[in-house]
């Protein structure tokens, strides 16, 4: 028996939960990504932190997808998989020093700066071993990016990058930082954002920022525009997963890019997220006063997005045909956010029935924990079941 895409009598035989990726509908969205980014002259670096899994890695790396880090674990785990350094950028507005000397010996493409003690820090350790570190400034463009306030990024008051009113003072610093050079400008204003006309004021800003970088004389090679392109959560199935085309349009069509110039994007969510599922097993079905609970062998420590950002994950019972009734599904955490869905309908659910939490790609295993002692969740493999 298959459901949907899924061979439920294979995934019924392993032990839950675990992550099932659909290693063919990841291809299909690398061939489109790759495409649309192609045709306008886009690069695309995959932001590693959306999901770290080998396998993961290992294809989009071989599909010619530079890497988007956050720490040096995540370098390490790109060049492992296949990234080469060259095409590796690294963000955060925390680097220690450990991870720039990891970054400066593997020679990465760019540090993506956040402030000016990072860019002494990195002139500083780049000096000590003899070499010039590219660097892009991550600029906050006070874009609101209307999304959950836990995922936006590019207002005044979020930590990141260099806020506006600093940029005269970091472009000073950066003549005195002689082991830097300055590539480019680099932005990421939120993640999950449905409505892409939000990026049109962001290329606003972007075009004004370039005018005053050539007003100071500065070039840049490099316009790095972030991630953040949303999904449908409602709708796993929905093809094409996201709206690629009208988002890479958007830059075509608002940004002024400059002769020669390379634009750089930085998707993670939009990539992986409909290619996983969390698989879980009914443990008990238990009747309460008012409500009947779903209580699943998975939970927040596997896939923390409903506790953490009150996200919502499409679940459905593979196992079974029965007419639906409405529940309540939460995990064995204890933890009372430890709860998927609340009075939901789902296909009337008994004792080791298979129920995946869909659009789980992304976010989803590399958020795991171990709280109360748990495993990790393990995956497996369309092609490889
Ligand atoms: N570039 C930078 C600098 C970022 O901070 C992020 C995500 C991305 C790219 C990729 O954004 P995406 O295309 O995936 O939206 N854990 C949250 C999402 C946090 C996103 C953090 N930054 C969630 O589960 O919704």
């Known amino acids: 028996m298959t459901q949907g895409n ?85 963000a955060g507005v925390g680097k220690t020093d450990k991870e720039i000397n990891l970054a400066l010996d ?12 990072e860019l002494e820090v990195i002139n500083e350790l780049a000096n000590k071993k003899g070499k010039i570190a590219q660097v892009a400034l991550r600029i906050n463009p006070n874009v609101d990016a209307h999304t959950h306030e836990y995922i936006t990024t590019g207002l ?30 680099h932005f990421h204003i939120g993640s999950q954002i449905e409505d892409i006309n939000i990026f049109e004021p962001l290329c606003q800003k972007v075009n004004e920022l370039q005018d005053f970088f050539e007003s100071k004389g500065i070039k840049l090679e490099n316009i790095n525009l972030g ?17 690629f085309e009208g988002y890479f349009e958007v830059f075509k069509n608002n940004l002024k890019v400059r002769d020669g110039q390379q634009v750089h994007f930085e998707l993670g969510r939009a990539i992986v997220c409909q290619c ?19 209580i699943v062998d998975a939970g927040m420590t596997d896939l923390i997005r409903p506790a953490l950002y009150q996200a919502y994950h499409k679940v459905e019972n593979i196992s ?12 064995p955490i204890c933890e009372s956010s430890d709860v998927f869905v609340k009075d939901y309908d789902l296909n009337e659910t008994q004792r080791g029935d298979i129920l995946v939490l869909r659009s789980a790609g992304a976010y989803g295993e590399i958020m795991a924990s171990q709280y109360n002692c748990r495993d990790l969740p393990k995956a497996y493999y369309s092609d490889k079941i």
């Open 6 to 90: 899924f061979p439920v009598d294979k995934m019924k035989g392993i032990e839950t939960p675990y992550y099932y990726y659909d290693m063919d509908l990841l291809k299909k969205t690398l061939k489109v990504v790759k495409e649309e980014t192609k045709k306008r002259g886009f690069t695309q670096h995959y932001a590693v932190k959306a999901n770290a899994n080998r396998r993961i890695l290992e294809l989009i790396a071989s599909d010619g997808f530079g890497a988007d880090c956050v720490s040096g674990n995540e370098i390490k785990a790109a060049v492992n998989a296949g990234f080469p350094a060259s095409k590796i950028v690294f």
């Open 106 to 117: 593997l020679n990465i493409f760019c540090f993506n700066a956040e402030s000016l003690p």
């Open 156 to 185: 005044n008051e979020n930590k990141f990058g260099f806020a506006l009113s600093h940029l005269e003072s970091a472009i000073e610093k950066l003549n005195e930082l002689k082991s830097l050079k300055l590539i480019g400008i």
């Open 227 to 243: 991630g953040g392109l949303g999904i449908d959560y409602e709708n796993p199935d929905k093809n094409p997963i996201s709206d």
């Open 276 to 294: 996983g599922a969390l698989v879980t097993r009914t443990v008990y079905v238990k009747h309460g006063e008012s409500k009947t609970f779903v």
């Open 320 to 331: 079974s045909n029965l007419p639906s009734q409405q529940y309540d599904v939460v995990g």
